[in-house]
Antibody
């Protein structure tokens, strides 16, 4: 079965740190670019960070720039999100997701595999 | 910066009815970079449509997507009980992702 398993969430005080992990099973992680998407309580989806297939390119949303770092270890089939200087407004469910993009064709195949979500509470 | 506006915010319909959800981009976008997702309470989002109009694997053919300029539409031809959920459109910019605020489809 193709799946992503998120872990590492929890309760942390403002200014603290957490590291989320996302382990893939049933498929080869290196076939996907990976991303983290979060959802604050009762709110919509917000893109957080993305990383290219081999980890050479990373991108972060404005709200987390300079505080969050995405990385991956394809040998362990795992993606990470290191979250530092956490704020109350970072409280959310964090989902990892995998996607495939073909820039030369200007085509994006959607985020078609998702983790179950990891809850982060900053309080 | 591209902004995606979804309308209506809430759509109240009965099973068997047709649902038409709109997503408008604030500027020109590449239609091949547009996707739609369904999310039910307590669950992760599920990919429905990518490339503006291609159904993802396993998605029933009552779901369809279309594009016209900066306007994107998700249509559910005949609502079934399991379709009542929140729907998000999404734009890939080449280095980031933008989500619309969502349309909730609830039972009338």
């Amino acid at each position: 079965e193709v799946q992503l398993v998120d872990s590492g969430g929890g309760l942390v005080q403002p200014g603290g740190s957490l590291r989320l992990s996302c382990e893939a099973s049933g498929f080869t992680l290196s076939a996907y670019a990976m991303t983290w998407v979060r959802q604050a309580p009762g709110k919509g989806l917000e893109w957080v960070s993305s990383i290219g297939y081999s980890g050479e390119d990373t991108y972060n949303g404005d709200s987390v720039k300079g505080r969050f770092t995405i990385s991956r270890d394809n040998s362990k089939n795992t993606v990470y999100l290191q979250m530092n200087s956490l704020r109350v407004e970072d409280t959310a469910v964090y989902y990892c997701a995998g996607y495939i993009v073909a820039p030369r064709r200007q085509y994006f195949y959607g985020m078609d595999v998702w983790g179950q979500g990891s809850t982060v509470t900053v309080s | 910066e591209i902004v995606l506006t979804q309308s209506p915010g809430t759509l109240s319909l009965s099973p068997g009815e047709r649902a038409t959800l709109s997503c408008r981009a604030s500027q020109s976008v590449t239609s091949g970079y547009v996707a739609w997702y369904q999310q039910k309470p307590g669950q992760a989002p599920r990919l429905l449509i990518y490339g503006a109009s291609t159904r993802a694997t396993g998605i029933p053919d009552r779901f369809s997507g279309s594009a016209s300029g900066t306007d994107f539409t998700l249509t559910i031809s005949r609502l079934e009980a399991e379709d009542f959920a929140v729907y998000y459109c999404q734009q890939y910019t080449g280095s980031s992702f933008i989500f619309g605020p969502g349309t909730k489809v609830d039972i009338k």
